[in-house]
């Protein structure tokens, strides 16, 4: 079959599934507030089972598995940008508008300085969007209302999330090729991208055992929603260990959840032994150091610390210094490659030694023009040109060392609560020289910069360009893909969202949130603050010494990468099935070798395909009958954080 068509078929199918993805991923929000996510996997899964038949009887017309996975980086890569950056800039291009008669704050403060370009501002034009109930055809007839915010929106985060995409190439060859990094996600796409093939790893007995038990648990457990009467045999949250803390300094550790979360700790098998021990091992410091910051005299609560006015032990600020060296040791390896990459761009030299490469000079280019048209898009809204370029760069560099993170480790999430670039420029500026305008314009727009990143882009954009280098396929077909991905991605995100508004009642939590962070830096002053910056010096340094030493004891067991995850909130979720994991991959690779590892990687993946389709199923019957509560493998949401 002509090598074009076979592009082009997962290309109109990942067209064709996109809008049902990003419909799933803003309906039933929980379902991607991890790595993995649930839509993307599940929706590939469908495919993938319904093309086993073809595979069989008509392989000539059956999809590959690179097309498979063409198929699945552009359903993760739209289910990404219609995640939780879109719940943090959606509901503020009508929320200002919308509540401004109710609203001192908003009617005064807010909207006299924002963009007509990116905010709808007439209160009138959204009282049917406010009061909801609306049936598809008159969101359809809305539709000229919101097409020029629609754009201008998706016009920022292409610039946006493109030149994360171009960073992700020239970085590629380095990671992918010289550090051998273990991208342990990936595993689970490339193992349904295989299904029914000859040597697929279905074919296990062990792995379909696992299936068959977590989907039989799931699904009693999703009946029991419907039908109290059925009993619920509990595999989410069993216990929290603060419950049996009552008293003072051992109870400010904060909420530590007992949970398993099978499809969370299957990831775990997936995970270099190392960084899963050192995750685990800098969670439980971090737990008591917030005893000792107690003891000390600083109250704790669940994040330790964090927020936008922190406090002792700065964890967020740890986090951030961690990310910084991550990234500064990232670069420095990576020195004879940029070499590389400078002769291609400046001396015209063979530019990618690896076939299917894109062109370094290209890609180079493409990056200066989207940093330059994010620039420009600043002075657009009134910021200046040199100010959001400073304020993105910090954001990338933070996006490059997760990015990398994620690559080494695998964790099942990446949740830095609250953690973005207003933490350093507060901490180390303080709030002189930020005037009302450039306080609103910022937060406004670069919200989806400082929340909580666990569907960020672009390590989902890496492992899909990862995933074409190990089907073979070409680095260009791959790029294209994800553009038209990030794209539609965004406008069907965007699209979805309002629809639900009109549908439903739209929610004004966001605006109210980023108002409060507004009214936080302009109400109350600041100078720098030197024990933020000592917390980031921290952070820094801890991340270096790890790295000193792990490149002189070989074996040493202690990973910077664990500790930069483990710093900030998220870990709290899953830490116990983790620690479960580690126990049982000890014992397995000490007792039984490469044999029992390889027999983890079939239980793993029967876990987490198992869990998927119990959630395909549950989700959909929840859209189906207007959002009823139904049972769910996630960490929080619908179900609260507890059951």
């Not at 300085?113 to 049917?128: G, N």
């Not at 969007?129 to 969101?139: N, P, T």
């Not at 619920?232 to 069993?238: A, P, Q, S, V, Y």
């Not at 001396?347 to 076939?355: A, C, E, G, I, S």
């Amino acid at each position: 079959m002509n090598s074009w068509f076979r592009v082009l078929r997962p290309l109109l199918l990942g067209i064709l599934l996109t809008p049902f993805c990003c419909f799933w991923s803003q309906d039933q929000g929980i379902d991607r507030i991890f790595s993995l996510m649930v839509p993307p996997v599940a929706l590939t899964m469908v495919v993938a089972v319904l093309n086993i038949p073809f595979r069989r009887v008509l392989p000539r017309i059956a999809l590959s598995g690179a097309e498979i996975i063409i198929l699945y980086a552009m359903l993760a890569v739209a289910c990404a940008m219609s995640g939780e950056w879109m719940d943090m800039f959606a509901p503020q291009i009508y929320g200002f508008g919308a509540y401004s008669e109710t609203n001192a704050q908003y009617r005064e403060r807010l909207l006299p300085v924002l963009s007509d370009l990116l905010f709808l501002k007439d209160p009138a034009a959204l009282k049917d969007f406010r009061d909801g109930g609306k049936s598809f055809a008159f969101f359809l007839s809305q539709l000229p209302l919101w097409w020029p915010k629609i754009g201008a929106w998706t016009a920022f985060i292409t610039l946006l999330s493109t030149a994360m995409l171009c960073i992700n190439a020239l970085l590629r060859e380095q990671w992918i090729y010289q550090e051998k990094l273990s991208f342990p996600i990936v595993q689970i796409p490339l193992a349904i991208a295989d299904a029914g093939g000859p040597n697929s790893v279905w074919k296990s007995r062990l792995l379909w055992t696992a299936f068959v038990l977590v989907f039989t648990i799931d699904m009693i457990n999703g009946f029991s929603i419907l039908y109290p009467q059925i009993p619920t045999l509990k595999i989410r949250f069993l216990d929290d260990l603060n419950r049996y803390f009552t008293s003072p300094p051992m109870n400010q550790t904060g909420w530590t959840p007992i949970g398993i979360f099978p499809y969370m700790s299957a990831l775990g098998f997936f995970m270099p032994t190392d960084l899963l021990f050192s995750l685990l091992f800098f969670f439980f410091v971090r737990k008591i150091t917030q005893i000792f910051a107690y003891i000390l005299g600083n109250e704790q609560g669940v994040f330790g610390g964090g927020g936008l006015f922190p406090s002792p032990p700065y964890f967020s600020e740890q986090s951030w210094g961690a990310f910084a060296a991550l990234f500064l040791s990232g670069m420095w390896l990576a020195r004879p490659h940029w070499k590389k990459i400078g002769d291609a761009i400046f001396l015209n030299r063979t530019d990618d030694l690896r076939p299917n490469g894109l062109s370094y000079r290209f890609v180079a280019l493409l990056l200066a023009f989207c940093l330059f048209g994010l620039g420009m898009f600043g002075l657009l809204i009134g910021l200046p040109f040199e100010w959001v370029l400073f304020y993105i760069g910090l954001y990338l560099i933070f996006s490059i060392a997760v990015t990398r993170l994620r690559a080494q480790l695998g964790a099942p999430t990446h949740e830095m609560a609250f953690m973005g670039p207003h933490q350093m420029v507060i901490d180390f500026n303080g709030t002189a020289g930020l005037n009302q305008a450039l306080v609103a314009r910022t937060m406004t727009t670069f919200h989806i910069m400082n929340r909580l990143h666990r569907t960020h882009p672009q390590p989902t954009l890496l492992e899909a360009q990862y995933l074409a280098d190990r089907v073979g396929m070409s680095q260009g077909v791959i790029f294209g893909a994800l553009i038209i991905a990030i794209i539609f991605g965004t406008v069907c995100g965007c699209l979805t969202h309002i629809y639900l508004g009109y549908r439903w009642t739209p929610n004004p939590w966001v605006a109210g949130e980023v108002s409060g962070i507004i009214s936080q830096i302009q109400g109350t002053p600041r100078a720098p603050n030197p024990f933020a910056m000592l917390a980031v010096a921290l952070g820094f340094g801890v991340v270096l010494l790890l790295d000193f030493i792990r490149f002189r004891v070989p074996g040493f067991w202690l990973h910077p990468a664990g500790y930069a995850l483990a710093m900030n909130f998220g870990v709290d979720y899953y830490w116990f099935g983790l620690l479960i994991v580690l126990i049982i991959k000890f014992f397995v690779q000490r007792y039984y070798g490469l044999k029992g590892t390889l027999k983890l990687r079939e239980l793993a993946i029967g876990l987490v395909t198992g869990e998927f389709t119990a959630e395909l199923i549950w989700a959909v019957y929840s859209m189906l009958n207007d959002r009823q509560l139904t049972y769910s493998i996630s960490i929080n949401g619908k179900m609260g954080w507890d059951q």
